[in-house]
């Protein structure tokens, strides 16, 4: 995590923070100036100094921080001059410079991608169970067996293809594999060709167990088919009918 991420996820603002931490903060800014009036003008100078922070809606460690950048010529004014740092507590100083550093942090891209990639965190959904899992399996099967049921097709069979394999009836079915995909494949071309000028005939078209590559490559090339859906869609379509095939005789 970036540092200038942690200085300002890890504290609070200013305004709710305890009375000791305050006070510590005015005295590391006070060494870090090196400020050198008398106690009693001190003591003025910190209430002062204080009160003005409540408004920002930045933390100690920024407020440090943008000091110190400040001294070291990192920030500029509004006017892109550099802060005049006085040995002395200052709200126009300070003032200056929290504006500076606050317009630093709508720039910074460390800080960017640092809560881009905390919000991902945040967001994670947590991960299911082995029992989740399974079950959710359990209910993804039941509803493509009713779906085929009440229908006699599931464009959705495809997603328990693989779990239907295990089954030793089912292989009996799969093995019409390459003829199913090699259908749907050249129902694919034809589908995507129409409309356009048609680049081969389907006798072209080999079957699954043969190289097919080179079809694929005309297809995405000629006519801008995307590669995920020309191997994808024939193939989910084969699983499914074999599914369907499957089911009806269960």
Not at 185 to 197: C, D, E, M, R, T
Not at 218 to 243: D, T
């Amino acid at each position: 995590m970036p540092q200038i991420l942690k200085r300002e996820i890890s504290w609070e603002f200013i305004k709710n923070e305890t009375p000791e931490i305050k006070e510590k903060l005015v005295n590391d800014i006070l060494t870090l100036f090196q400020v050198r009036e008398r106690q009693d003008e001190k003591d003025k100078m910190k209430e002062v100094w204080l009160i003005f922070l409540m408004d920002y809606r930045l933390t100690v460690p920024e407020i440090f921080q943008a000091h110190k950048m400040a001294l070291k010529r990192e920030l500029l004014d509004d006017k892109g001059q550099e802060i005049e740092c006085l040995p002395m507590l200052s709200t126009n100083t300070t003032g200056k410079i929290l504006k500076a550093y606050e317009r630093f942090k709508l720039t910074d891209k460390q800080l960017e991608i640092g809560r881009e990639k905390l919000a991902e965190i945040m967001n994670a959904k947590p991960e299911k169970t082995e029992d989740e899992k399974a079950a959710e399996k359990l209910q993804q099967i039941e509803n493509v067996k009713k779906c085929v049921k009440e229908f006699g097709v599931c464009e959705y069979g495809f997603l328990v293809y693989e779990d239907f394999m295990k089954n030793e009836d089912f292989k009996f079915f799969s093995k019409d594999f390459p003829a199913i995909y090699d259908k749907h494949f050249k129902k694919f071309i034809a589908k995507i060709q129409s409309g356009n000028i048609s680049i081969f005939s389907i006798k072209e078209i080999p079957m699954k167990e043969k190289n097919h590559q080179d079809i694929m490559n005309r297809l995405i090339r000629k006519i801008g088919v995307k590669k995920h859906e020309l191997e994808g869609i024939p193939l989910q379509n084969a699983k499914s009918e074999i599914v369907e095939n499957y089911l009806k005789q269960c």
